[in-house]
């Protein structure tokens, strides 16, 4: 399983575009990229995952490279309730069920 | 929108007693999980079901894990003799795919807050 690494914490303020890169160096051809999402003493959430290029839902956007060494997850115009743990997850979709965790990203939005 | 449930949110226990966590996944889910966070530390994988049998685990999960799929519904992780390091939150997980599929997603509950004194 592809290592990965991200900042340990991000502060920002509400209404701004937040950012956060995951580098993941030795990501594997059938490897996906998964963010998670994590507030205190709840379980985490699915964001968003994708392979390559990018993607969009309703909650965030994900930028892929195309050498796929890095990714970066895009929360647009952020608000006081998106302070949570980020997680950047990599993993090959056909081998295993388990989910890996980080240490994640934890971001504070401030008023 | 459908979710997984857990009970109880706490449970404080002693140390060397049994407990047994549950959890109801979402109904038409088939692949249930079980994770582990303690205080302040990165959630860890700790067993995966499938089909009323062990699919992966950890090196965490050790004998005095198991888990069970009762009556259809419920999801349990027991732990048979707990030590004081098995103080954390533990998340239930499930999902609909299988890990393979174009998008895999697990969803998880709320979690258990275990306290072993």
């Known amino acids: 399983l592809a290592k990965t690494t991200q900042p340990i914490s991000m502060d920002s303020y509400e209404g701004q575009e937040v950012n956060i890169t995951c580098s993941h160096n030795?990501?594997?051809?059938?490897?996906?990229i998964t963010w998670y999402q994590q507030f205190p003493s709840q379980g985490p959430r699915f964001i968003i995952q994708?392979?390559?290029t990018k993607v969009t839902n309703e909650v965030a956007s994900l930028f892929i490279p195309a050498d796929r060494k890095s990714s970066t997850l895009s929360l647009p115009r952020v608000s006081l309730s998106d302070t949570a743990v980020y997680y950047c997850?990599?993993?090959?979709?056909?081998?295993?069920?388990?989910?890996?965790f980080g240490s994640g990203t934890r971001l504070l939005v401030r008023p | 929108e459908p979710e997984v449930t857990q009970t109880p949110s706490h449970q404080v226990t002693q140390m060397g007693q049994e407990v047994i966590l549950r959890c109801v996944p979402i109904?038409?889910?088939?692949?249930f999980y079980w994770y582990r966070q303690i205080l302040g530390q990165k959630v860890e994988f700790l067993v995966s079901?499938?089909?009323?049998?062990?699919?992966?685990k950890s090196e965490i999960f050790d004998d005095q894990f198991s888990v069970e799929r009762p009556d259809g519904s419920n999801f349990t992780l027991k732990i048979r003799s707990t030590k004081l390091e098995d103080s954390a939150m533990y998340f239930c997980?499930?999902?609909?795919?299988?890990?393979?599929?174009?998008?895999?997603?697990?969803?998880f509950g709320p979690g258990t807050r275990l306290t072993v004194t």
């Open positions: 109904s038409n889910h088939l692949y």
């Open positions: 997980a499930s999902s609909e795919s299988l890990a393979g599929d174009d998008l895999y997603e697990q969803y």
């Open positions: 997850l990599v993993g090959d979709n056909d081998s295993s069920y388990k989910l890996i």
């Open positions: 079901f499938y089909n009323n049998e062990i699919s992966e």
């Open positions: 030795n990501i594997a051809t059938n490897d996906y």
């Open positions: 994708g392979y390559k």
